[in-house]
């Protein structure tokens, strides 16, 4: 399974951006989907996740409110939705997949797309 990220760049404090995950080359809907982020100088952090059908997500306290994550199973594409964007935002967003029931864990995900940097200015 090949993920691709894209939607990435500079925004200002309060901007918006969608992200986009495109996936290829295996059965997208068989898979529990997954953003993360990793700032620099920091670990990589669970920002929100959505089960196979797109019914049940979870996120991160710190984006709760201000993100959305969602999945259209016939694009084979998961977004992340990033509204009332702050500068602690920035980072580079990763997406991510894996066969199995929904987890924060980064190291619980089988597949990862290459990352999208998110820059927000202050």
């Known amino acids: 399974v090949q993920l691709q990220a894209s939607g990435g760049g500079l925004v200002q404090t309060g901007g918006s951006l969608r992200l986009s995950c495109a996936a290829s080359?295996?059965?997208?809907?068989?898979?529990?989907m997954g953003w993360f982020r990793q700032a620099p100088g920091k670990e990589r952090e669970f920002v929100a996740t959505?089960?196979?059908?797109?019914?049940?997500?979870y996120y991160a306290d710190s984006v709760k409110g201000r993100f959305t994550i969602s999945r259209d199973n016939a694009k084979s594409t998961v977004y992340l939705q990033m509204d009332s964007l702050k500068p602690e935002d920035t980072a580079v967003y990763y997406c991510?997949?894996?066969?199995?029931?929904?987890?924060?864990?980064?190291?619980?995900?089988?597949?990862w797309g290459q990352g999208t940097q998110v820059t927000v200015s202050s």
């Open positions: 080359g295996g059965a997208f809907s068989s898979y529990v």
């Open positions: 959505i089960n196979l059908s797109g019914g049940m997500k």
């Open positions: 991510a997949g894996r066969y199995d029931t929904m987890s924060f864990i980064p190291g619980n995900y089988d597949y």
